[in-house]
């Protein structure tokens, strides 16, 4: 099976634009996380999807969205960049996401550089 | 609330000589433990997980971690590393929020092995 994948794998943006990162999560898996992931803060968990819903979110601002397709794909928008928004961006698929033992596996990441 | 200490950001060790990588956690409800690995530009691999059962996990790469409930730890061992094992190591809980997990995520440890 494929993993995850990610496009684009690195990206350069300016202050105020908007950027779409785009996940297509392992075949079958119905379930996406997305993680944001920065030197100072670490990864932190930002929202996750299941079915075209957002079901679990994290502790970011209304800047940060995503969406989920019928085949499971999920994008990940981020207005107004700012430079602080500057991370590396990770997916994580998963079965169902349901249960706490269900494992996520990530894909490689996407890096984010906003100037 | 969930969260989770790895006690050292750097642990430098040379090659062939054992590792641990020390984890700890805070929960009040059961656990669900995972370690990954991290390489340089690339996003996270599973190396194990420990959800029930025996308390001695086994993983790839020769690593393997014990779950200890009492000290609420989920170190990570090897008994021989490789330079190929210089990497950032990340433990995780499984947290439930609203009956759907997320991972909580340690700082990261960077393993730096030297020949």
Redesign the interface.
Known sequence: KAG?T?TPRYLIKTRGQQVTLSCSPISGHRSV?W?QQTPGQ??Q?LF?Y?SETQ??K?NFPGRFSGRQFSNSRSEMNVSTLELGDSALY?C?SSPE?????????????TRLTVL | AQSVTQLDSQVPVFEEAPVELRCNYSSSV?V?L?W?VQYP??????LL?Y?SGSTLVKGINGFEAEFNKSQTSFHLRKPSVHISDTAEY?CAV???????????????TRLAVHP
Not at chain 1, 97 to 109: E, H, N, R, S, V
Not at chain 2, 94 to 108: E, H, M, P, T, V
Request: glycine share 18%.
């Open positions: 995850v990610q996380s993680y670490g990864l968990f996750e299941f079901r679990n994290g990770l994580a996401g349901l249960a706490k033992t269900d494992t996520q596996y990530f894909g490689p990441g | 059961s669900y995972f990954y530009n690339q996003g996270l691999q599973l997980k959800l990340f499984s947290s439930s929020s609203g009956g759907y997990n997320k991972l909580i995520f340690g700082a990261g």
